[in-house]
């Protein structure tokens, strides 16, 4: 599924990945992505900074994370972060020709009741974010064109659902 995301978009997960193995989490989880986005500069970042957001605002309200042995290549994405993604992706496949970027990222955690409720948890504004997102100029958004693939939608949902079982 990655080779659908822009190079922004692959550097979010990876950073997401890498932070969820900083915290000994379980899992890569919501604020894990977040703070992925807000690690690239791209459309997502540029979105959550509009809204307010900071990596160091962010970081200073994370719980503290519980010290977990977990081997980081078993570590999987969280429900709530397969479901953001997987909305990324259909987001761009609404978008012939689009690959996922930041910015579909970014929507997709929007748009998400249970990420809405953990944005709200760190007493983020979710308003302000939404308007920074309705405001983004098209042209600003992550958009790379796939190279060996016509269309993002020719990629069968069930088969992301698979490779982010995987991940």
């Not at 078993?74 to 990324?88: P, Y």
Request: proline share 2%.
């Amino acid at each position: 599924m990655l080779e659908r995301f822009s190079t922004g978009a692959t550097q979010v997960v990876a950073i997401a990945q890498r932070e969820a193995d900083a915290d000994h989490a379980e899992s890569v989880d919501i604020l894990h992505l977040l703070r992925g986005l807000l690690s690239v500069d791209a459309c997502g970042r540029r979105i959550l900074a509009a809204g307010g957001v900071t990596r160091e605002s962010l970081t200073s309200r994370l719980p503290a994370a519980e010290t977990r042995e977990t081997d980081a290549c078993s570590r999987g994405f969280s429900v709530q972060a397969k479901m953001v993604l997987k909305q990324a992706w259909l987001e761009a496949a609404s978008e012939a020709g689009s690959m996922v970027g930041t910015d579909h990222i970014t929507q997709a955690i929007l748009k998400n009741e249970a990420a809405r409720t953990t944005i709200l948890s760190l007493s983020i504004d979710v308003d302000a974010l939404d308007r920074a997102l309705e405001l983004m100029n098209p042209t600003e958004k992550d958009r790379e064109l796939p190279q060996q693939y016509e269309s993002v939608s020719r990629q069968p949902a069930s088969k992301v659902d698979r490779e982010l079982r995987y991940r």
